[in-house]
């Protein structure tokens, strides 16, 4: 399960809204484009054994999102659905990457499907695993004034919220296998590695901003949401797992809301489907893949 020397990612920078971003790029620039996208509170490498299989036949970019991994923190801690999808249009369109097979993980997912359905010219194909996104209990509804207030409310709670500190980085990844059971060592390792600071007095911290907790007052409402979906002129496939989260997109009789789409579930795996039954899904993908570019 180890990254090889021969397929190593090369990280690199690009500027939205002001903000310096990060993404590696797996190399084989001339392969058709692979644009993965990872999940709240998750960072690129969370990629790395899907995509040095992919680096083979496609090229690969893998983004932090704003706010994790090595991408920079948004200024005012506003972290809206609109805004990540503004940051990954500008990376497509800046390195030409279109058109572009989208795959995304849980609300990575989620973006993933929006991103198909305002740009259906410039996706290929969408994957969406285990994707949020769709349920009525993600629309603005209540009291408008006690849903801005408790936003405020929180908000204000989490500028005071000190990030947990780990002794060590045995302890944070520790913290990452209680997260995810299915890990094995040397995987809750690399994702530890890659996905904490170390202090300045020896303790170890997660990449991501706090505010990253933060829900904003209004979402793309639920009504809009299924209409972009009904947009996506793609090849989709829509990728759940018998263990994951209780919502997933395709699940719920939301799948009427995809034309062009299959709902596979895979036995056995837990949210993080691609780590936790890496060769089914690795399968699974790359079948969709060679059958959607043939």
């Not at 692979?34 to 998750?42: K, N, S």
Request: proline share 4%.
């Amino acid at each position: 399960m180890s990254i090889t020397a021969d397929k190593r990612p090369t990280s690199h920078s690009y500027f939205s809204q002001r903000l310096r971003l990060h993404y590696l790029d797996w190399g084989n620039p001339d392969a058709p484009h692979v644009l993965l996208i990872h999940g709240v509170q998750d960072h690129c490498h969370s990629w790395d054994w899907v995509a040095r299989e992919l680096a083979t036949d496609y090229h690969v970019v893998a983004p932090d999102l704003r706010g994790h991994g090595d991408s920079e923190w948004a200024m005012g801690g506003s972290y809206a659905y609109v805004d990540f999808v503004f940051d990954l249009i500008q990376l497509v369109d800046q390195e030409q990457l279109h058109p572009v097979h989208v795959v995304g993980h849980s609300f990575g997912g989620a973006l993933a499907c929006l991103f198909a359905g305002l740009f259906p010219d410039k996706t290929a194909s969408l994957v969406s695993v285990e994707g949020i996104g769709g349920h009525p209990a993600f629309d603005s509804r209540g009291e408008p004034r006690k849903r801005i207030l408790d936003w405020i409310d929180h908000t204000r709670s989490l500028a005071g919220r000190q990030p947990r500190r780990y002794e060590s980085m045995r302890d944070a990844q520790a913290r990452m296998q209680a997260t995810n059971t299915h890990l094995s060592e040397e995987q809750a390792h690399h994702l530890t590695a890659h996905g904490s600071n170390r202090n300045e007095d020896g303790t170890f911290t997660w990449k991501f901003d706090n505010y990253t907790h933060s829900h904003a007052p209004y979402h793309i409402p639920l009504s809009d949401t299924l209409k972009l979906w009904e947009q996506i002129a793609c090849p989709t496939l829509l990728l759940n797992s018998d263990n994951g989260y209780s919502h997933r997109t395709g699940q719920n009789d939301s799948l009427k809301h995809f034309h062009h789409a299959e709902l596979a579930v895979v036995e056995g795996a837990g949210h993080w489907l691609h780590h936790d039954q890496l060769r089914i899904f690795m399968e699974r993908v790359q079948a969709f893949l060679v059958r959607v570019s043939g």
